[in-house]
């Protein structure tokens, strides 16, 4: 009598465990499922703003907006600059998704997460570095450009392709147009970086910003040996550089570095293609051949 009365209650607790089950699957489902569709529709904003600002960069202006201008910049960037103060230029990478408005302010946070029209944003908005100078007077030696690599493969996602001399041939010109003056950059290399890495291992490449308080000859040693080609193109101390830096996941907090420098007085924007081969003894971040079991030839 006993055990036929213990039947029931098992079948009671084990239709229990399932209904518990079946709750928990279900609440994960609608968590999952809502964080997606916030994901999809947070995604859908930040496109919808750059369309917008793609058309913005394209806006007549007009002549209130003109006269908002500081003192010699081009009247067109005038729409964009009345929309944010903060507007110094626009990133163009022809044959890419790359052409995004480019902000300064006095950090190098605000913009991580803040959108060009102000508001949150998880991808927020390419910015250059606040120390480097954009002005109607000259540009720093080396600007540096920050944006995020976002998963749809918006943003500086497409730098993450730099990895060859057949995609950098291809994709061998930069065009920054500041609200001063219009630019156009050929890439000379692209490297991953270890912003966390010390001693000897370490480039701090985002200090490669005025070559009167930094050495030329070091940038220039380090982006030879640590980038993915190499072009027979010269650059020396006497050109400006365009550095385009975003985040990388090859390693732990990793970067992919994208440097350009300015044409020269009679180049044409061809003057790389073609130019460029692969490098066959380059130099990675020394977490990088941890991760992979190797000894560090360059340490």
Known sequence: ???????????????????????VCAAVFLVSGGMLLHYALEYHQIDSDNEQIVQLLDQEPTQEQIDALPEDAQE????????????????????????????????????????FYGT???????????????????????????????????FFHELTNYTSASYASGHSTVQFDTIYQDQTYVVIGAFLADPDATGGDRFDYQNYIDFSQRDFDTFKEQITQRSYFHTSLEWDETDHYLTLST?????????????????????????????????????????????????????
């Not at 009598?1 to 709750?23: D, F, Q, S, Y």
């Not at 003894?281 to 000894?295: C, F, I, K, L």
């Open 247 to 299: 985040c990388d996941y090859d390693i732990n907090n990793g970067r992919i570095v994208v440097v350009a420098r300015a044409l020269r007085e009679g180049e044409t924007a061809d003057a790389a293609a073609g130019t460029y081969t692969d490098n066959t003894n380059q130099r990675m971040p020394d977490v990088w051949y941890t991760s992979r079991n190797m000894d560090n030839p360059f340490l």
């Open 120 to 154: 949150y944003s998880r991808l927020g908005t390419v910015f250059a570095d606040y120390r480097c100078r954009i002005t109607s007077q000259g540009m720093s030696d080396n600007t540096i450009l920050y944006g995020h690599n976002a998963n749809n493969g918006s």
């Open 1 to 23: 009598m006993r055990g036929n009365g213990e039947k029931p209650v098992v079948k009671k607790k084990h239709k229990a465990v399932w209904t518990v089950l079946i709750i």
């Open 76 to 115: 067109e960037a005038a729409a964009a600059y009345s929309t944010n103060p903060d507007f110094v230029g626009s990133i163009t990478i022809p044959n890419t998704v790359i052409r995004y408005a480019v902000v300064q302010t006095t950090d190098n946070e605000t913009y991580l997460n803040t959108s």
